[in-house]
């Protein structure tokens, strides 16, 4: 133990999980530190797939953080820390939404999807393509594409998260997908436009 009542760690190795969330419970600045470093990057990326830009996943960032510090203490290890940190931040991603009263999702008619967006088109994409485009969709459709596509909720969830209804997650999605074929299909024309050059 340090003289501040905190975990001492070698500087040698890099310490397991369960010693640095014992050092974050204890107050440890160095264990929150390192904890940040390890996990920020993965973090960051969550805030930027529900967020408008970089500045607001900054901000969702910070208070995902100051939350995972605040209630480390309720993490019980039935999973990964990683999964329980992943839901504290897209949590805190919706709730950062609804509490800046941005485009939430709103009860809308069936939309058909008349063809989802398959793994293979995606693959087409860089990363950063693909968040782009996602970032440019409107909230609503964002956070129900990214709840469900990416982050593996069900509509059932997805209506629960959202206060909205399981026929508007599945609308909402439909209409997410329709609106990045339609930017996909740009994308694609700019670039082969691009390449006659």
């Known amino acids: 133990m340090s003289r501040s009542g905190g975990m001492r760690l070698e500087a040698k190795r890099q310490p397991l999980e369960a010693e640095l ?6 107050g440890d600045r160095q264990c929150c530190k390192l904890l940040y470093e390890q996990t920020a990057s993965v973090m960051f990326g969550i805030c930027l797939r529900y ?5 607001e996943a900054e901000d969702i960032l910070q208070e995902g953080y100051i939350k995972v510090f605040r209630y480390i203490s309720q993490y019980r ?16 991603a919706l709730a950062y939404g609804r ?26 994409l860089e ?26 909720y069900s509509h059932k ?3 629960g998260l959202l206060g909205i ?20 299909a740009n994308t694609q024309q700019k670039k082969t436009y691009a390449k006659a050059f």
């Open 21 to 26: 969330i014992q050092g974050c419970l204890q």
């Open 51 to 55: 967020a408008s830009d970089f500045h």
């Open 77 to 92: 290890g039935d999973g990964p820390l990683e999964g329980w940190m992943r839901r504290i931040f897209i949590n805190t």
């Open 99 to 124: 509490r800046h009263k941005c485009e939430s999702p709103t009860e809308d008619p069936p939309y058909p999807d008349d063809e989802p967006l398959t793994a293979d088109v995606l693959s087409r």
């Open 127 to 152: 990363t950063f393509e693909l968040l782009e485009l996602v970032q440019n969709l409107p909230r609503g459709y964002r956070m129900v594409f990214n709840l469900y596509v990416i982050d593996g």
């Open 157 to 159: 969830e997805i209506a």
């Open 165 to 184: 209804s399981e026929g508007t997650s599945k609308s909402q999605l439909a209409r997410a997908r329709s609106q990045l074929r339609k930017m996909l």
